[in-house]
């Protein structure tokens, strides 16, 4: 079954009225962010109106995604991408578009992109560096493995390598750090 976003603390916004915010009065509602492109401006005057432009002043529960303010159609798009990424990789996945996309990027592709360069949360760099290199070891060297001693090896200097050269990281929610191959 696809997610939806009552699967978690979906996002709101605070849709409000331009004319009437340049007029000197808030006039606007809480609506969930993945309709917030259907709110039309009728719906915040409780009726017919000459006002025309809306705009999302506030918001909760983007996880990062969004920030400052933007249209209703924008706040929507970017719920919506909430959807398509496995609720353990969400926060990631906010952190790596404030980080790395694009603003202008087409939000059609960014949860490819994301998926191509997202490698995981770990407790450290360090462990990261260690995992990815007993990942790519053949059989002869894991036989060299078994008699040198791995735990030797510094893997906060090898990490340091790593991480200069292509990949990078985040501090995750609760430690440890997300890591993103960049480039």
Known sequence: MPATLTDF???RV???CLACYNGGR???EWYDADTADLVAPEDLHSGATTHEELWVMDHEGFLGL???ECSPSRAA???ELLVEIPPHERSAFAIWFSTYADDDADLSSVVEEFRNSFEGEWPSQAHF???RAERQMSNEQ???MRTWPFNAIDWESAAMELFSSGYDSEEAPGGGVYVYLIG
């Open 66 to 68: 969004l920030t400052g």
């Open 77 to 79: 798009e970017l719920a």
């Open 14 to 16: 605070w849709i409000g």
């Open 26 to 28: 808030l006039t606007g």
């Open 9 to 11: 603390d979906a996002p």
């Open 129 to 131: 560096a260690q995992e």
């Open 142 to 144: 894991e036989e060299l």
